[in-house]
């Protein structure tokens, strides 16, 4: 089945993903069996960025969130670090203007002050460039960790505490969610893992209690519209629990379509 006839079917079926979030794996590896370098390991899976970007619009994605670079990549090679650096940096100046042609707003999930002030400056820019469009929202998590965001909550929770501005019988589930990065986003309904990597690596770990989860074999310089269909084709296939069992959630169906 063809890319365009895979589109429409996904889309026909209704069950679209509100919220897809993507761990970008397999660059080094790719750039390694080529014998480049795994800076162009990166560069090449921008080209898949873009495509996925574009894929999740067309059929209706409101959120796609992308792994982009850990706090724990910060201890990679100076060298490479440096190279990400630039080529984020030329890539948000380069993409600003697609971005805003196809309606997408743009969000990072992170401290995005840990970034050198040329790439920070850029993606500040194109934040509030992005910020009106009403289209897909895409959020990337820059000098991002799970366990670093939980605990920022946590932090943030209890200094309301201190203040007096909650008591400590209003912590709750809400509470802490609605102090993480993605406040104001809604947990993801799908996770792709590409490179067949069996792993969360320190990524939404509280936002992903309930997401469906698909690993593909291919590394993501390889990830295209083709293989991004695939999961969520996949996504619709399977019916969400959230802890019940089927009965329940036929029966729940049905009353919300009566």
Do not use: C
């Not at 993606?123 to 009106?132: C, D, F, P, S, Y």
């Not at 590409?194 to 990830?223: H, K, M």
Request: glycine share 6%.
């Amino acid at each position: 089945m063809g890319d365009e006839h895979t589109k429409s079917f996904i889309i026909e079926s209704g069950n679209i993903p509100a919220h897809v979030a993507i761990i970008m794996d397999g660059n080094g590896r790719w750039a390694r069996s080529r014998d480049h370098s795994r800076v162009e390991g990166h560069k090449e899976g921008i080209n898949s960025v873009r495509e996925i970007v574009r894929a999740a619009g067309e059929i209706g994605v409101s959120y796609l969130t992308l792994y982009t670079f850990s706090t724990e990549n910060w201890s990679r090679p100076k060298s490479e670090v440096a190279a990400l650096m630039r080529l984020l940096l030329n890539t948000i100046r380069s993409e600003v203007d697609d971005l805003a042609q196809n309606n997408v707003r743009l969000k990072v999930l992170g401290r995005l002050s840990d970034l050198p002030s040329a790439a920070r400056f850029a993606m500040e820019h194109a934040v509030k460039r992005l910020q009106n469009n009403t289209g897909l929202t895409l959020n990337l998590a820059l000098s991002y960790s799970s366990r670093r965001e939980i605990t920022d909550s946590v932090y943030r929770i209890a200094r309301k505490v201190a203040a007096g501005e909650i008591n400590i019988e209003d912590i709750d589930e809400d509470l802490v969610t609605g102090n993480l990065y993605t406040a104001d986003i809604p947990d993801p309904d799908l996770l792709i893992r590409t490179s067949g990597e069996l792993r969360l690596s320190n990524f939404l770990l509280w936002q992903l209690a309930y997401t469906e989860i698909f690993v593909s074999n291919f590394l993501w310089p390889d990830f295209r519209r083709t293989q991004f269909f695939e999961a969520i084709r996949s996504y619709q296939s399977r019916e969400r629990r959230f802890g019940k069992v089927s009965e329940q959630v036929q029966v729940e169906r049905l009353e919300a379509v009566s």
